[in-house]
């Protein structure tokens, strides 16, 4: 995918907007939130293969963010949706 990493890519309802997802897994005890290890370096992946499938859609305007799934396995699982989590860098 042209240097790109990307976990999840989905649509929002109403409004159609197309979510491209990292999904992060730590344990309950590790330091830091699973947010915390999408660097710099790995937004940069996750944009470079967003800008792949948005030259394959036939709407190339079409609105879209990046989200973060964090899922924390302990003596329960836990899992948060971070909308928005980073923007593009303009």
Known sequence: ???GEIDLVTR???D??????EVKTRS????????DAVDARKRRRIRSGARVWM????????PYRYDV?????????EVHIVPGAFTDER
């Open 1 to 3: 995918m042209g240097g």
């Open 12 to 14: 929002c309802k109403p």
């Open 16 to 21: 159609g907007c197309l979510v491209f997802v």
């Open 28 to 35: 309950a005890g590790q330091l830091g939130r699973p947010l």
């Open 55 to 62: 030259r394959m859609l036939d709407d190339p305007d079409v």
């Open 69 to 77: 799934v964090e899922v924390i396995i302990g003596t329960s699982e």
